[in-house]
């Protein structure tokens, strides 16, 4: 070979060389065993506020163990797509927050550890966990996918002095008098109930406990989608007419989809709010604790045959491990530390949900009302929603179709029983 | 043909005694020399392979398998259904496929009119400012700031002008200008088409304008000037000078943007998040729906191959067209 062919084929080498460099340069930081990555939901005000709180804790963590804890707080805008990248791809964090109601399905993609007896002993063990919880963080049948983490329920927060203006007593206690109270608080630009009308996942929660109180299921006993029923429509139709037919809601809610009805709740623009664990996002947008009550979600007066006493999903945060982790006993060791019960009281203080495990449960922290209500329904009448692998689907076809359902009911077009159940069955029709 | 770059020269040259010329290296080049170009071709058959053609046939490969998350972490695993995601998404009579259909209608119109209009405003601004005037640079430099903004910033700065309640279009249009007594939904609803297209206008628009005004300084002035001396007034020209001179870069500025709105993302996604109005419903949503939100990635791919096949009809129709006319012209 000459010496210009000898070049040539030494540049051409090289550049092949380079190309396979790129692709090759991986997350070093796991595979150095004394280091974690994870990826933390974002539970407060912001991205900052969490890295704020959390900091503290993991210093802490390093300092005991000597494992350095490199977290980046996900938005929920992007947290479910990014989970899905790292289960795809392999890489990624090595330690995770997945919103409960996702559980199954991710267990089904195989790349979470899944706890079983060994696996939940090393953080701790199974008895320490609030059972509720622990429903909630994998398949039935199958050990968890994850370690509950944080936990809510949904609550009816409502503004005491609208409600003193309006001659109202106490909180409604089922959906009839929510929405006759909400015609009497539904003046001079101010409305009764606040919706997230544009968030497909917020629907979907929605859509799941007003089917439980009407009789209805999303999928059967086989798994198979069964979204279009009579009860499903009934219920869809219930939680739609507070804004179409009752108009106790803005028509604007319908474009709401970045926790803008808890604001308004915030502001006074809005005299009632169905949401989960709110107490700490309302202190950061300046509501004092007194000035809201917070009370069980409502009920139907009169359940039809079937009907559940069922008025919130077991909601709540999750912490989960790659199998991809090259360093599994500190990935436990740090989820061990997370769910200890010093850990437990200081985070669910601060986010204002409630700890997943029963020894911090009795700190004297979590004896407001709020969080008595929360403890209330997740011990009585609050049900997981359904653990199959089509889960996640499940929230974006149904939550979308009401989606759609409340920008007709803004936009003045009707909302009745068959434009529902035409959205259901369009929504049943795409599952696979 | 690869023997043609060898020099003739050097052969015919009497070799010298001692010369280096007498060594092997200046024997007369046969196949060996014919391996460079092809050696100098490598590194881009190696970048077009991993970027183009690999990605493309993994890409039909997983529209043929069912690919949902029980699969996706080892998707060679994921069984082999054939057309299976095909049928399933292009046949009109399941509510997928009247999904799809209405997306692509939706899709189709929204190119067509986004593209119309931003060429149109392009070769206004363009021919306006083809002559030089006291501010020109400065008009310019505006023009194309929609185009240098990041399209994130750009769009959710819209996305918040178009809130209904606390937005500045309905402050404007319904409080100052009194134009409308109730304040119209524009994310929702029948209006977020209108939205979506004039955010696209506005976002396309200064590319076309950039394109039109580089094309309109190879218009030699004495065309100009001979057709203002025939008598020729501002339309007259601009349809028998301008045009006709502008035709080259016409033709590759409209398939262009066509492709670009037509395949268009971050533009709905930004304005509307992952599941947009159906009114609104472009078929690069509808596909990232199906793939990321609802976790099916045999349809989700079936849907691209499907959309890919109709951009490549569509480009290969229009430059066949195209290209008669200019033989056609010549």
Known sequence: ?432 | MATSTTAPDADRREPQAGSPARRPARRPRGPRRSLLPYLLLVPAIVLELAIHVIPMVVGVWMSLLELTQFHIRDWSTAPFIGLENYRATLDLNSAAGKELLHSFWVTLAYSLLSVGFAWLLGISAAVVLQKPFRGRAILRALFLTPYALPVYAAVITWSFLLQRDTGLVNHVLVDQLGLLNERPFWLIGDNSFWSLLVVSVWRNWPFAFLCLMAGLQNVPGELYEAAAIDGAGFWRRLRSVTLPMLRPVNLVLLLVLFLWTFNDFNTPYVLFGGSAPEQADLISIHIYRSSFKTWDFGSGSAMSVALLLFLLIVSAAYLLITNRRRDDHA
């Not at chain 1, 963590?61 to 490199?70: A, D, H, L, M, S």
């Not at chain 1, 029923?229 to 739609?240: D, H, L």
């Not at chain 1, 009550?293 to 709540?316: R, Y």
């Open chain 1, 1 to 432: 070979m000459s010496r210009r062919h000898l070049g040539i084929f030494t540049a051409a080498v090289l550049a092949a060389a380079s190309l396979t460099a790129c692709g090759g340069s991986g997350d070093d930081s796991a595979a150095a065993p004394k280091t974690l990555t994870y990826w933390a939901s974002n539970q407060g005000a912001s991205l900052e506020a969490d890295k704020t709180t959390l900091q503290p804790e993991l210093d802490k963590f390093e300092k005991q163990t000597g494992i350095k804890v490199t977290v980046e707080v996900v938005p929920w805008s992007d947290l479910l797509n990014r989970l899905l990248a790292a289960a795809a791809s392999g890489k990624g964090p090595d330690v995770v927050n997945i919103g409960n109601t996702w559980s199954a399905s991710l267990q089904a993609t195989g790349a979470l550890v899944e706890f079983d007896d060994a696996a939940l002993q090393a953080v701790g063990g199974k008895d320490r966990i609030v059972p509720a919880a622990l429903a909630a963080a994998g398949a039935p049948g199958k050990p968890p996918a994850a370690v509950p983490l944080y936990s809510m329920a949904y609550s009816l927060y409502y503004n005491k002095k609208a409600f003193a203006d309006a001659g109202i007593t106490a909180p409604p206690t089922t959906w009839e008098q929510l929405a006759e109270y909400g015609k009497k608080l539904s003046t001079g630009g101010k409305w009764g109930l606040a919706i997230e009308g544009a968030n497909p996942s917020e629907n979907a929660h929605h859509a799941f406990t007003f089917s439980q109180q009407y009789g209805g299921e999303w999928f059967d006993s086989a798994g198979k989608p069964t979204f279009d029923t009579p009860q499903n429509v009934s219920a869809i139709k219930r939680y739609i007419d507070f804004m179409a037919a009752d108009k106790i809601t803005n028509p604007s809610n319908a474009e709401y989809a970045q926790n803008q009805s808890v604001s308004d709740f915030a502001n006074g623009k809005a005299a009632m709010l169905l949401w989960q664990s709110a107490g700490s996002n309302l202190k950061t947008q300046n509501m004092p604790a007194d000035a809201y009550g917070v009370a069980p979600v409502p009920f139907l007066a009169s359940p039809p045959a079937g009907g559940k006493k069922v008025n919130s999903m077991v909601a709540g945060i999750n912490m989960a491990v790659f199998k991809h982790t090259k360093n599994k006993d500190g990935a436990l060791s740090f989820v061990k530390f997370m769910t200890s019960d010093e850990e437990q009281t200081i985070l669910n203080k601060t986010y204002g949900s409630l700890p997943a495990v029963k020894t911090a449960a009795s700190d004297p922290a979590f004896s407001a009302t709020e969080q008595k209500t929360i403890q209330e329904t997740l011990a009585t009448t609050a049900a997981p929603l359904p653990q199959v692998p089509e889960e996640s689907t499940f929230e974006t076809l149904v939550g979308t179709a009401m989606k759609e359902l409340f920008a007709d009911a803004a936009s003045g077009k009707p909302v009745t029983e068959e434009s529902v159940k035409a959205k259901l069955t369009d929504a049943q029709q795409k599952m696979r």
